[in-house]
């Protein structure tokens, strides 16, 4: 009888220890697997052509359409300080739309409310004082809740950061196939040498 016992007590003692070996490793694989899951970061989205954006006259416009070309993207305003790069800005596409730049510009009224018109009224005021014949779109919000699709990639990224914009007359650089590729502030102009190297570099792609 004490030889089953000690039998029983040597079984129920190597049970327990496999089991518990068992629920170990399985806890460790977790752990693993939950540990990847931390680390492992879904990419950020990069690329714009996938948007359908509306141009100032309602139209809407597929931003693949633009395919083959290298864009600068711009929120602009009629009544800011930086308003007179409008001509930069047009000096700029006359220069390089025969080699393939396209300037999209995006009305906002999100900074000190310096872009109150409507579409109808912006459009004339850019092509009166500014003689503006690259493309405008309809009046969009680049802060907050409402902020603009496009925008919410433009302004979260890997290319070019996570911070909202500042102010009116910001710049994206977009390379012939939609990829983001570069991020200006408001102050550096579209004559500015390392923006003009930049549109040229990726022109020649």
């Known amino acids: 009888m004490k030889l089953s016992l000690s039998v029983l007590a040597v079984l129920i003692f190597l049970i327990t220890a496999i089991n518990f070996l068992s629920t170990a490793k399985n806890n460790n694989s977790d752990s693993e697997l939950k540990s990847d899951s931390l680390t492992v970061r879904k990419p950020k989205l990069n690329n714009i052509s996938s948007f359908k954006v509306k141009d100032i006259t309602g139209k809407e416009i597929s931003l693949s359409d633009f395919k083959g070309k290298?864009?600068?993207?711009?929120?602009?305003?009629?009544?800011?300080g930086y308003t007179p790069q409008y001509k930069g800005l047009q000096e700029l596409y006359k220069k390089y739309k025969p080699k393939g730049l396209e300037i999209l510009g995006f009305p906002c009224n999100d900074f000190g409310r310096q872009e109150p018109g409507s579409n109808e009224e912006i459009q004339n005021f850019c092509s009166m004082n500014y003689g503006v014949t690259f493309k405008l779109f309809d009046k969009v919000k680049v802060l907050g809740k409402d902020k603009n699709k496009l925008y919410a990639v433009l302004t979260d990224n890997d290319i070019t950061g996570t911070s909202d914009i500042k102010w009116n007359f910001e710049k994206f650089l977009i390379s012939k196939n939609g990829e983001i590729v570069a991020r200006y502030p408001s102050k550096v102009k579209p004559d500015d040498e390392k923006l003009i190297l930049a549109i040229e570099e990726e022109l020649k792609k």
């Open 70 to 80: 290298v864009l600068l993207i711009v929120n602009v305003a009629s009544k800011c």
